[in-house]
């Protein structure tokens, strides 16, 4: 089993800055992929941005150049800089990792997702 535990939500005003945190603890034996989700009340979730194991970056069009991605590997950790935050921001904002589980022994499940269970981000005008 793995958990994704995310952290950093709060609310700020409108300009103001924020950073997520996800860990990943378990039985992982790679991740090949993770990134942040976003569900504001009354929609659907929605890609915010994503980070491959070999760098590779990808951002909703409205976030970038405002928030940015950063990975400690040794930590199995995710971070999501926010600045410049918009009341349009303001959601809950999931992590989401794609892995391969394992243990000591060796790998035993590939190419499986977990989610967090979120944490609130609330910008006010």
């Known amino acids: 089993q793995v958990q994704l535990v995310e952290s950093g939500g709060g609310l700020v005003q409108a300009g103001g800055s924020l950073r997520l945190s996800c860990v990943a603890s378990?039985?992982?034996?790679?991740?090949?992929?993770m990134g942040w989700y976003r569900q504001a009340p009354g929609n659907g979730r929605e890609l915010v941005a994503t980070?491959?194991?070999?760098?590779?970056?990808n951002y909703e069009d409205s976030v970038k150049g405002r928030f940015t991605l950063s990975k400690d590997n040794t930590k199995n950790a995710l971070y999501l800089q926010m600045n410049d935050l918009k009341p349009e921001d303001t959601a809950v904002y999931y992590c989401?990792?794609?892995?391969?589980?394992?243990?000591?022994?060796?790998?035993?499940?590939?190419?499986?997702?977990?989610w967090g269970k979120g944490t609130l981000v609330t910008v006010s005008s």
């Open positions: 378990g039985d992982i034996w790679f991740i090949n992929s």
């Open positions: 989401n990792a794609d892995l391969d589980e394992g243990t000591y022994y060796g790998p035993h499940h590939s190419g499986m997702n977990y």
């Open positions: 980070a491959t194991a070999g760098g590779t970056t």
